[in-house]
């Protein structure tokens, strides 16, 4: 069973950092390219960023580039988000996703950021 | 950036109608689009790839169709579990549509 679980959420003051991982099993996770979309309270899904399976380059949201950073270990089938320079607009559920054959086919549960003083 | 209108945002129905979402992308994005549903706390579930396709396990009263920059997912027969919010993404550049909510009338 593919398994995606998020961790590392919680309380930053503004222009704060945290990092976010994901932990990935049932599946040959160094295959799968993986994406992190993030999904305000009350709203909508936003897609952030996207990786390829290999680690080497990633993709980001206009809203996030610069402050974010998507990595991997594929040894630990572990994604990290890096998260500086936080703002209130950040506060939101992310969640780690998997991007099948032809779309995001496998998703976490989510990890809650909250970005107040 | 290519960007995804969803309509309506909001789509009150009975138990056994017949609905249809549409999504339009601002450029062709061919058929490269995904459709979700999203239940109140918790993660989305894939249910349309590459506009038509059914995902495995997907009942089939779902059905996507369309190509270029109009897009349509439809419930042939609404049951119960249905009333969720979907969500249209394309897979150019991932963006999602803003969503309709699907509400019992």
Redesign the interface.
């Known amino acids: 069973e593919v398994q995606l679980v998020a961790s590392g959420g919680g309380l930053v003051q503004p222009g704060g950092s945290l990092r976010l991982s994901c932990a990935g099993s049932g599946f040959t996770f160094s295959s799968y390219w993986m994406?992190w979309?993030r999904q305000a309270p009350g709203k909508?899904?936003?897609?952030v960023s996207?990786i390829n399976s290999d680690g080497d380059s990633a993709t980001y949201a206009?809203s996030v580039k610069g402050r974010f950073t998507f990595s991997r270990d594929n040894a630990q089938n572990t994604l990290y988000l890096q998260m500086n320079s936080l703002r209130a607009e950040d506060t939101a559920v992310y969640?780690c996703?998997r991007e099948?054959?032809?779309?995001?086919?496998y998703?976490?549960?989510?990890t809650l950021v909250t970005v107040s003083s | 950036d290519i960007q995804m209108t969803q309509s309506p945002s909001t789509l009150s129905a009975s138990v056994g109608d017949r609905v249809t979402i549409t999504c339009r992308a601002s450029q062709s994005i061919s058929t490269w689009l995904a459709w979700y549903q999203q239940k109140p706390g918790r993660p989305p579930k894939l249910l349309i790839y590459k506009a038509s396709s059914l995902q495995s396990g997907v009942p089939s009263r779902f059905s996507g169709s369309g190509s270029g920059t109009e897009f349509t997912l439809t419930i042939s027969s609404l049951q119960p579990d249905d009333f969720a919010t979907y969500y249209c993404q394309q897979y150019s550049s991932y963006t999602f549509g803003q969503g309709t909510k699907l509400e019992i009338k």
Request: glycine share 20%; no cysteine; aromatic share 20%.
């Open positions: 994406h979309v909508g899904l936003v897609w996207r206009d969640y996703a099948g054959v032809f779309a995001i086919d998703w976490g549960q989510g």
